[in-house]
């Protein structure tokens, strides 16, 4: 038996469905994927991160944890656990599309979107200068950087991550406060 093509949903579709959705979904090239849930390790390493960006950006740049849209061209809908964004007025109240900085916090269900998919759709953004993708079950931060034109990664296991785009620093204790 053959089964029903399913025709591929537009961008514009899926900006106005979600608003009234229980369950926030994420949009790739025409296909929607559920949120998963995440546990309290994950909220409260996002909430240590979104903390501190927010005393470091000041009134220079928006902060938003888990609720605000990124979106990617026409392509991509993703909800980032952390962004920054230092570019002015939201294009849109639902959606941002310029962050100068996006945190991902691992989980299980997520690991291998996140450090593959999301990291190339990330970085593909002109306005990005930084990808922190923290680890859930050990102290590791992987930092992707942008250098002139290319993109460099390292892995921190202490010490300080540089974020330019908030003029400061973030260190390994701050993002693991009361969790690791």
């Known amino acids: 038996m053959v089964k029903p093509v399913t025709r591929l949903m537009t ?44 005393n470091l950006s000041k009134d220079r740049c928006h902060v ?6 990124l979106r990617i061209r026409r392509e991509k809908v993703y909800y980032p656990d952390v962004m920054g964004v230092c570019q002015g007025e939201p294009p849109d109240e639902y959606y941002e599309t310029d962050p100068c900085i ?10 291998d979107i996140d450090q593959r998919e999301k990291a190339d759709a990330y970085r593909s953004i002109p306005s990005l200068q930084t ?8 102290r590791t ?15 921190y296991v202490d010490g300080e991550i540089p974020l ?3 003029e400061g620093t973030i260190g390994l204790e701050q ?4 969790v690791l």
């Open 11 to 54: 961008i514009d579709e899926y900006l106005e469905t979600e608003l009234a959705r229980e369950v926030r979904h994420e949009f790739v090239h025409g296909q929607i994927y559920a949120m998963a849930g995440v546990t309290g390790k994950h909220n409260r390493i996002c909430i240590n991160i979104t903390s501190h960006f927010m």
């Open 64 to 69: 938003y944890q888990t609720d605000v849209k």
């Open 102 to 111: 996006l945190v991902e916090v691992l989980s299980p269900s997520t690991k």
């Open 131 to 138: 990808y922190l993708i923290v680890d859930t079950e050990s």
């Open 141 to 155: 931060v992987r930092c992707y950087w942008l250098e002139g034109q290319d993109w460099q990664v390292q892995d």
């Open 164 to 166: 330019p785009c908030l």
């Open 175 to 178: 993002i693991y406060r009361g």
